[in-house]
């Protein structure tokens, strides 16, 4: 984004000339718009001077405003703060004006900035809450009301967490409340430098801490990036002089490697047919700081990316299939965040492309529509409670139901604050939870088996894919399926993975403390120790096993032995025995072993003890299975323990004609149990159809043949 509202008078990040990303309008002397503020209103009707630059960065972004709202915000704010002078010397005015100029940069509408001019007019002059709202209507009245008590908060390591938790209520509730203080933050440590080094480290150390994960999470990068520009220079001097070096000796470089594959690019994408805007993205200091960290040694193309804007989302694709065909790729460094946007509403392809010398250039491709939300986040989505009329043009947002303040365009991680919030079952629980949240800046996304996603934390367990998918139904969770084979609930997730999630259906199911231990969301942490909260005798002690049986468990016979007169081995008048191991049956593949005594055991090719035979020199034997149709075999089934489950399933199994020879149930495990049966069949062929039936049965989740190792 611009700085032209930076005061030339502090110190402050200096941006080198290639940094520009837009062609630059004169630089802006808040000393001058103070001298035109203290002249006095202008004529009734005509729009002050003092804002003629914020009228003129408004229109670029809404070609048809009324400017009329912010003619008479900006006679009220500059009455009203008249005689008020910054700690800098400069009149007061001068602070409502650059912040109502970024965020006109950024294409707030004009709500909005009409907030903005009035935002410390309630909390430092005469003016009340009233007179807002007859003068500019109640939305108005509303952010300035949402800033005021902004400005109450100490985000600081005292800050009371209750009123921290209004605060970000009131995010919630509109995000243009956050977007006017961001703003206000990001001015203020423009013009930091006239405080104290003390107390400068202080604001540096809250904003690094709260203000910029907010910021992005609601999606805004152009305020992020500058505030963490500005925060390194503060906490960081020696690192931030280093870096700045790095870039002044870069842009002072006679050749630059990314122009050149920028126009490579462009070539590619002129022969393709395909209109598309190459632009150079130099890197801020911070990120520059962190590649140098990463890579050591920097090159000319570490200094910047290159942005590829189109006009279509098909438009990307073309754009990554050509550069992909005619420069060579950097697999590695493929995303897809158009498919699967970002918890902070973030699109765009990224891609990278190598050189013959070796210079890697980052591209990212987006459209314009991307590349403006990308930058300002919320900001950029106009106002959520406007008519359809007044909303940007590829964004209609829906009108309130009833009412009710439901902001369409927050995204996904400000929704799921509401819900935390209002679960947590004390202010402070909801605090350190929400600090841990907010140290998190990179998301995963797993899939669900309907093809849903789910956007988690880096670090994310199954535990955290339970609460996200089921809120506090996934106390019920027994276990889940990460691609495809069964997993422990504490399992860490990648980026990538599909996870389904295996549900209980008692409804009296409890979650287990130690899931604590493996949740990293607030939906998860905040819902277990809510019901630890209200559950104290069973967060003392381990619930009572829910598997115990209505009737006893079947005392484990001696087994019978083990012969096989199904099986025909290639050693006359030999015994052979099925192997308990892997209990095969017909028409299991099968290959057999000569034993001590000249037995032959019989095993199913795959057996895990096939390979252990065949290291320690068993001689094989030929085996093949004969006429007899009946067979014993050994199944295993996975469980959450239920009142009467045994019961159900061994009735079940007698429906299906199998004879139990011997039944062993494990004591529970988190929830799950596992039995162990052994049953004859008379007919191989209905193996199929008797696990069929075991697994209708209600809270069994899996069954399959014993693979004893």
């Given at each position: 984004m611009s700085a032209e509202a930076t005061n030339p008078a502090t110190p402050g990040p200096v941006v080198p000339a290639a940094a520009v990303r837009r062609k630059a309008r004169p630089r802006i002397d808040l000393r001058r718009l103070g001298r035109a503020a203290l002249l006095g209103n202008a004529a009734r009707g005509k729009l002050p001077d003092a804002i003629g630059h914020v009228a003129e960065a408004h229109r670029a972004h809404y070609p048809d405003a009324d400017l009329e709202p912010l003619r008479r915000a900006y006679v009220l704010a500059e009455s009203s703060h008249r005689g008020q002078m910054r700690k800098s010397g400069e009149p007061y005015i001068t602070h409502p004006l650059a912040v109502t100029l970024i965020l006109a940069e950024l294409g707030a509408e004009t709500t909005t900035l009409t907030a903005s001019l009035l935002h410390d007019t309630v909390e430092d002059t005469e003016v009340t809450l009233d007179q807002v709202r007859e003068e500019f209507g109640e939305e108005v009245r509303y952010l300035v009301d949402g800033v005021t008590k902004l400005e109450k908060v100490d985000y600081g390591a005292a800050a009371e967490p209750e009123t921290f938790r209004k605060m970000l209520v009131a995010t919630g509730s509109d995000v243009r409340v956050m977007s006017i203080k961001l703003a206000d933050r990001l001015h203020n440590m423009r013009t930091l430098g006239v405080m104290r080094p003390e107390k400068q480290?202080?604001?540096?150390?809250?904003?690094?801490?709260?203000?910029?994960?907010?910021?992005?999470?609601?999606?805004?990068?152009?305020?992020?990036?500058?505030?963490?520009?500005?925060?390194?220079?503060?906490?960081?001097?020696?690192?931030?002089?280093?870096?700045?070096?790095?870039?002044?000796?870069?842009?002072?470089?006679?050749?630059?490697?990314?122009?050149?594959?920028?126009?490579e690019v462009r070539g590619v994408l002129r022969e393709a047919d395909i209109p598309a805007e190459v632009l150079i993205r130099p890197r801020h200091f911070v990120s520059v700081h962190r590649v140098s960290r990463k890579r050591g040694e920097l090159r000319g193309a570490d200094f910047g990316r290159l942005l590829v804007l189109v006009n279509e989302d098909?438009?990307?694709?073309?754009?990554?299939?050509?550069?992909?065909?005619?420069?060579?790729?950097?697999?590695?460094?493929?995303?897809?965040?158009?498919?699967?946007?970002?918890?902070?509403?973030?699109?765009?392809?990224?891609?990278?492309?190598?050189?013959?010398?070796?210079?890697?250039?980052?591209?990212?491709?987006?459209?314009?529509?991307?590349?403006?939300?990308?930058?300002?986040?919320?900001?950029?989505?106009?106002?959520?409670?406007?008519?359809?009329?007044?909303?940007?043009?590829?964004?209609?947002?829906?009108?309130?139901?009833?009412?009710?303040?439901?902001?369409?365009?927050?995204?996904?991680?400000?929704?799921?604050?509401?819900?935390?919030?209002?679960?947590?079952?004390?202010?402070?629980?909801?605090?350190?939870?929400?600090?841990?949240?907010?140290?998190?800046d990179r998301e995963i996304?797993?899939?669900?088996?309907?093809?849903?996603?789910?956007?988690?934390?880096?670090?994310?367990?199954?535990?955290?894919?339970?609460?996200a998918q089921y809120g506090e139904d996934a106390h019920a969770c027994i276990g889940a399926r990460v691609n495809g084979r069964l997993a422990t609930l504490s399992t860490v997730l990648r980026d990538g993975d599909t996870v389904q999630l295996l549900m209980g259906q008692d409804p009296a199911s409890e979650p287990s403390r130690e899931w604590l231990e493996h949740a990293h969301t607030p939906a998860a942490r905040i819902a277990i120790q809510r019901w630890l909260a209200t559950h104290p005798d069973s967060a003392e002690e381990p619930p009572a096993p829910a598997a115990v049986p209505t009737r006893p468990v079947p005392e484990p016979q001696a087994p019978a032995p083990r012969t096989a007169s199904a099986v025909v081995a290639d050693r006359p008048g030999a015994t052979v025995r099925l192997a308990g191991c892997c209990t095969p049956v017909p028409p299991d593949e099968v290959t057999g072993f000569v034993v001590r005594g000249g037995a032959v055991t019989v095993h199913r090719v795959e057996c895990a003890a096939v390979a252990h035979m065949k290291s320690t020199g068993r001689p094989e034997a030929a085996v093949s299975w004969g006429d007899s149709t009946g067979c014993r075999v050994t199944l295993v089934a996975e469980s959450f323990g239920r009142p009467h489950l045994l019961a159900d399933l061994t009735e079940a199994m007698a429906q299906e004609g199998a004879e139990i020879v011997s039944a062993t149930v494990e004591p529970p495990s988190q929830q799950r149990v596992r039995h162990t049966y052994t049953v004859e069949l008379p007919d191989a062929a209905h193996l199929p159809a008797l696990m069929r039936a075991m697994r209708n049965v209600p809270g069994v989740y899996d069954v399959g043949r014993a693979q004893h190792q």
């Open positions: 480290e202080r604001i540096a150390k809250v904003t690094r801490d709260v203000l910029i994960p907010l910021a992005e999470r609601l999606g805004v990068q152009a305020l992020k990036t500058e505030l963490e520009d500005l925060v390194f220079a503060i906490l960081h001097p020696e690192e931030y002089e280093h870096t700045r070096g790095l870039i002044a000796e870069n842009a002072a470089r006679a050749d630059d490697p990314l122009a050149g594959i920028a126009d098909a438009d990307c694709y073309a754009v990554l299939g050509e550069l992909h065909t005619c420069l060579t790729p950097v697999v590695s460094e493929f995303k897809d965040f158009i498919a699967v946007p970002k918890f902070n509403l973030y699109q765009s392809l990224h891609t990278a492309v190598a050189r013959a010398d070796g210079q890697v250039a980052e591209v990212l491709i987006r459209t314009h529509q991307m590349h403006k939300v990308a930058e300002a986040g919320v900001v950029a989505l106009g106002n959520p409670y406007a008519p359809a009329s007044d909303a940007p043009v590829s964004e209609t947002p829906e009108d309130p139901a009833d009412g009710e303040r439901a902001d369409p365009t927050r995204p996904g991680w400000l929704s799921r604050l509401l819900d935390w919030q209002k679960a947590a079952p004390d202010t402070d629980t909801f605090w350190s939870t929400l600090r841990e949240d907010l140290a998190q996304t797993v899939f669900r088996p309907d093809g849903g996603t789910l956007g988690l934390p880096e670090g994310a367990t199954c535990v955290d894919a339970a609460y």
